[in-house]
Every structure is written in C-alpha cells, then in structure tokens.
C-alpha cells in the first residue's frame, strides 16, 4: 500500500465554480481520513545479527561425519539410539549457536506489507497440514513408548492449537486494519474521480449535455486517473494537480491532430491511395457482411445502452409481473364481494407500473436473463412494491331522511308495553308524553332521546293506523315502536315483531322526517402502491449501475417497440394547454376545479402517484384534484373504477364542464380503467404521460369510452 494517498491540487481559478470547490473539498477530506488510517497500520520488527562463528559451527554440527556408517547388521534399536543421539547432538549445536547469535542481534521497526487473504489462504493451512505430518511421524515413532511420552505429545499439540489461535485472532486483527485503509483510500480515489468530473464538466459544459456523454466522459477520467496512478505507484505520496488529467487528455488530443494534419499534408498522395482502398474494402466487405467488426467502438457503446435478453424473454418476465398485479386485483375484488359487512371503504392505490422500468433494471442486475431466472426477483419486487392491508371496525350512523305520505318507512321492529308498574314504573296509571291516556289498538311509543318519526305521527302498520303519543327508552333494543296493550300478558306475548310501516294519508302534512340508528360493520381495503421507482431506488445500486439505468430508460434500451402501446409508459413530450371557454368558468364549482387541476400539467405518470410530491397517475390526479379544490368533496384516493362509485352515471349528451369521464381496456383490469376530468367541447385535462389536456375525439379515447360521471 502507498505510503501517501493520492491528492489533487487546483489551481484558484478551478475552485471559484461552487461544485468543483465542494467536489475538492470531499476527495481533501477522504484523503485525509486514509492516510489517518495508514498512520496507525502496524509495524512489524526486524531482527538483523551478522553470521560469524555459530553458522560455521552449526554447520559443521550439520555435516555428518565421513566415518559414520550403518552396518548392515546392526539392529532396529541400535539404530534407533544412534538416530536420538543425533538428534540430541543436532539440538544442542543448535541452542549453542542461538545464544551466540543472540549477542549479536539489533532490532529494527519496519513498515509491514499488507497481509493477502490468498496469504492466509495458503500459509496457514500449510503450516498446519506441515505440524500434523510431524505428529504423524512422531506418534508413528513412539508407538511402542510409554504413557507418559503420549501425554508430553498430548500438551505439545494442545499448546500448538492455542498458539494457531493466537495467531488467528492477530492475524484478523491485523488484515482489518489494512482493510479499513484500502477502503478509504478507494473512496478517497472515488471523491477524486468526482472532483475531476465536475471540473470537466465546468471546462467544456458541452460534453455533459446528455446522460449518455456524462457516463461516457466518466469512464474516461476513471481509466485516465487509474493510469496517472499507476504511473506514480513507487512514489504514491506524490500530490497530484487537479488540471493534470484533463490537460493530459487535451494535450494528447491536439498533438495527435497536429501530427496527422502534418502527416496529411506531406503524404497527400499516400492517403489519397488508401483512402481509395479503404472504400474499395468497405464496399467488398459490406456485400459479404456486415461491418460490426469495424465498427467494434460504436457497437460497444450501442451495447451499454441495450436491452441484452431476448425479446421473448424481456416480454416473459413483464407479462409474469402483470400477472401478479391482476391477482393483486381479484384478491381486492373478493374482499370487495364479501356480503358479511355492512359498508367496504376502499383505500387502494392503481396498480401498474412502468414495463420500461423493469426491463432496464432486470438488464442492469443480470444482463442477458432468461424469463425463468428472474422469476425470485420479480417476487421481491413485487413485495416491496404493493402492500395490501384489511381492518374491521363498527360505527354507529343515524340517518336522517324525509318520506312522503303513502310511502313505506320500511320494515320495523315493535315491542309491546301497557300502563303497568313493570312496564311503565312510576309513570304507570298517568297520562302519555302527549298528554292523553293511552289506547289499545292506537298508541305508539317511540323513544324519547331518538325518536324514529316526530311526536304525532300516524303510521300504519299490520293494516291498524297507530298514532305516536308516547315516549320510552328502548332504542337501544333495536325497537322503532312500542305497541300499547291494555293488559300485561298481552302486552308480553308480544314480543318483537317486525312489521312493514306505511306512512299514513292522514297525517297533517305531506312529508315526515324519519330518524333511523345503525350499528355498521365497516371493512376497509388499503392497497398501496409505492411504485417500482421508490423500489430500485431502495436497491443501493453502484454509480455505474445507476447511470446504466438511467441511460436505458433514455433510450428504451434500443427497442422502442417493445411496449410502444403502453400509453402510461411512453411520454409524450410537452403538454397541450387548452383556453376553456369564459361561459364554462362561470359555475364556481368547475372553476375551483381547473384552478387546481392546471398547477399540474407537465407532471408526469407515476403509477401509484396521489400527490404533487409524488407525482400522479390517473386517478391519484382527480382525486387530489376533487379533495382539494375548495368544493366541499372528500371521497379519499379512489381508483378510477372507485371514483366512478362517487358519481351518479348520467348520459354522454348531458355532460358537462367538471363531470368525470371514464375509460375502460386503456390497461388489464375489469371496469374503469382510465378517467379524466371533462372540460366541455370534446376535450378533457387528465393525466396522461403527463398530465395534459386531450380530445376525448380521437380513435383511440373514442376506442376506450366507458361513461360519464357526475360527482355526487
């Protein structure tokens, strides 16, 4: 590892521009960092002694003697003594020769190399294998010694096996800290690279006009600066200028250009001749191939920004993902069917996403897939994309609504009460809340905090016209009336009866206001859709990968034709504005609508999108459009086909300027697929790709026309 890491100085002029400044400032602080990291990077001692007399001695221990031989005759254990004797002798020449080499020992604190994982990989495993040789050998050796010589070789390799661990653990500790300098020092390359981009970038504003030649300019300065470094590795604390890369580049550009001009202009004859064999080969090689192989440049750039997969498979895995939003759809629509509640209240986002999105991820994170690879992915995808969520609750609602004379109040349920002390306590004997006295066969008690018809009333119910003279407290039974009866035993068998109840012609008036309380159990859907934009943003790609993806969105990776029908998909480029006639904007009501609806236009498609922050889809706008105008309306984030529930469906010839218009088929579901709001004159502002105004007149709208809305 370098002793310094690699720094880069700009001149004063360089930093006056903002971003090179904060680029600068960025790759001086990672740098700093790295070398702070290097600074405590350990040290490693080395011991230098000079070999004098105890190597000769050594040596000479070494060497066995001439005279030595093994007789033929001697036997196993004559020459197993002699073997120790040679050892013992061999151990102590050597124990002499250390304590001699131990006075002549000077230590020293050297930088140490950065220990490899390969190091670690092939050293200690064979060191180890190298230990259990030994003991093979040693246990081998000793199979016919005592007990006492298998314990001592027992501790030896237990103290061994401490001493592996040891070294482990400070090995570990050791390759951590060079890790944490290499990585620091890599983003310390990486905030150079940076610097050096945004510097280019203010040198020749030109060359980053697209995402496709800012990438490219990237890949450039990251090769150049590898070459710089390479170039400067014996002495990497050597401080870098920030010009030096571009002006590098500049300097080779122009030389290159004065020399072939100067080469051009003094071999004008020569290049006329290859010139003219050039063209010739061009045209024999273009009727026998094609020219991919002279073209090896462009077709590599044509090739970072291309789908790489096969048609059939791009189109697979898009077909496998839709197929999971459409049972996202049935799940709902199966909640929604469900007759055990009283009231579905529906929270739920539209479900699509853009095709072009997931074509170019997929090819960023697999290059050339196959529909079955990416089967796992798409799951993931999808989960992190929607979220679907029920919850149960129960709501008491009273309702207020006026029937005329001759018309049902509905069916009710009665009880029955007499003027007894069990029936009426210490009210019992007296008069009604009317004032009169109660009659069989004519009085009606209704309850006195929540009365089901008004004081008076005269309904008539199992063919008796009955009069409400009376109060009580037995709403909360589930009771609209209480029959009076004029003995208790009849009254008890009376139980609760339901009862059709008519509104009688002799009441005094034409209409009565009629009160009813309902205990609702209320199930609501809430289905979000936190588009596939806000998921591959979440995916922490690398900033190639991420410019990958970038560039081909911007070029549909090379196959426009892929999802060209998709009118969500493909924007359209600017939006078309539309002067709404002066007599439309006279209903307040449908100008506070476009009022909010135009602060929109030029936004663009977001599957899922419900606010300006997010962006819109189709019925994310409307909605935001009618909770927020100032008219009163609330009817939550609705999808198109929910919204249509919020509408009374009238006639196309009776539209008018602020009532819905919806469309069906324009994506895979069942009912309202698309809506709008209709601005009169055949035209609407909806979002589209984006958010525009339209004729509804064209084939395509005309195609897709489902109904008109008028919202309630």
């Known amino acids: 590892m370098e002793k310094k890491t690699t720094r880069l100085h700009f001149e ?211 090769k150049e600066y590898a070459a710089m470094k390479a170039g400067n590795s014996g002495a990497g604390s050597a401080y870098q200028t920030g010009s030096s890369v571009m002006d590098r580049i500049k300097k080779e550009v122009t030389d290159l250009t004065e020399k072939a001009f100067e080469y051009v202009t003094t071999h004008s004859q020569i290049i006329l001749l290859i010139l003219a064999a050039g063209l010739l080969l061009l045209v024999i090689s273009g009727s026998l191939s094609s020219c991919s192989a002279m073209l090896g440049g462009t077709g590599n750039a044509v090739l970072g920004t291309s789908f790489t997969a096969e048609d059939e498979d791009i189109r697979g895995a898009e077909n496998d993902y839709r197929a999971m939003e459409a049972d996202l759809r049935n799940r709902i629509a199966r909640l929604q069917d469900d007759d055990s509640y009283d009231e579905i209240r529906l929270n739920v986002d539209e479900i699509g996403h853009n095709p072009w999105q997931l074509a ?147 009441n005094g008036t034409n209409t009565v206001d009629v009160t009813t309380t309902e205990t609702k159990r209320i199930l609501t859907i809430t289905a979000t859709n936190h588009s596939l934009s806000s998921v591959i943003n979440n995916l922490n790609l690398t900033d190639d990968e991420w410019e990958r993806y970038q560039i081909l969105l911007e070029t549909k990776g090379n196959r426009p034709y892929l999802f060209e029908d998709d009118i969500y998909a493909n924007y359209v480029g600017e939006y078309t504005d539309y002067d709404i006639p002066g007599e439309a904007l006279t209903d307040a009501k449908f100008a506070k609508m476009i009022h909010e609806a135009e602060k929109y236009l030029g936004y663009p498609y977001v599957w899922g999108g419900s606010s300006p922050s997010t962006s819109f889809d189709c019925s994310g706008f409307v909605s935001w459009v009618i909770n927020n105008c100032g008219n009163g309306w609330s009817v939550g984030r609705q999808t198109a086909n929910g919204l249509m529930g919020c509408c009374d469906i009238i006639p196309k010839s009776q539209a008018k300027p602020g009532d819905l218009i919806f469309f069906q088929g324009t994506y895979d579901t069942a009912g309202a697929s698309h809506v709008g709001i209709f601005v009169g004159n055949g035209m609407m502002i909806h979002c589209g790709n984006p958010i525009s105004y339209a004729s509804i007149e064209t084939d395509y709208w005309r195609a897709h026309y489902y109904c008109m809305g008028r919202i309630r």
């Open 360 to 506: 170019a991820i997929l090819t960023v994170l697999y290059e050339d897939y196959t529909r079955e690879e990416v089967q796992t992915i798409l799951r993931q995808f999808f989960d992190a994309q929607y979220n679907l969520t029920t919850s149960v609750s129960t709501e008491t609602v009273t309702e207020t609504k006026t029937v005329r004379v001759g018309e049902s109040l509905g069916t009710v349920t009665t009880s029955g009460y007499c003027n007894c002390v069990i029936c009426c306590g210490h009210w019992s004997g007296g008069p009604t809340a009317s004032g009169v006295y109660p009659t069989a066969q004519h009085t009606l008690a209704v309850d006195a905090s929540n009365p089901f018809v008004p004081m008076g009333t005269k309904v008539i119910m199992n063919g008796v016209e009955y009069k409400v003279e009376d109060t009580g407290n037995f709403a909360r039974y589930g009771v609209q009336f209480d029959v009076y009866y004029d003995n208790h035993i009849s009254a008890s068998l009376h139980g609760h009866k339901q009862w059709e109840c008519y509104l009688a012609d002799s």
């Open 12 to 222: 004063e002029g360089d930093l006056e521009s903002s971003k090179v400044k904060k680029a600068a400032s960025k790759a001086e602080a990672a740098a700093d960092k790295a070398d702070k990291a290097k600074e405590k990077l350990p040290k490693k001692t080395k011991l230098r002694w000079e070999r004098e007399g105890a190597e000769n001695t050594l040596r000479q221990e070494r060497e066995p003697k001439k005279s030595e031989s093994v007789s033929g005759e001697d036997s196993a254990k004559n020459r197993q003594r002699k073997q120790i004797r040679k050892e013992a002798k061999k151990v102590s020449a050597e124990a002499n020769a250390s304590k001699k080499r131990k006075k002549k020992l000077k230590f020293e604190k050297v930088d140490m190399k950065s220990p490899s994982a390969a190091r670690k990989r092939i050293v200690q495993p064979t060191a180890i294998a190298a230990d259990a040789k030994v003991h093979q050998i040693l246990h081998a050796g000793n199979e016919d010694q005592n007990v006492g010589t298998q314990a001592v070789l027992f501790t030896e390799e237990t103290a061994e096996a401490t001493s592996h661990l040891a070294t482990s653990a400070a090995y570990s500790r050791k390759l951590h800290k060079f890790k944490k300098a290499e990585r620091l020092e890599k983003k310390a390359d990486k905030a150079n690279i940076e610097a050096l981009f945004q510097k280019s970038l203010e040198d020749n504003p030109d060359a980053g006009s697209n995402i496709f030649s800012r990438w490219r300019q990237k890949q450039e300065i990251k």
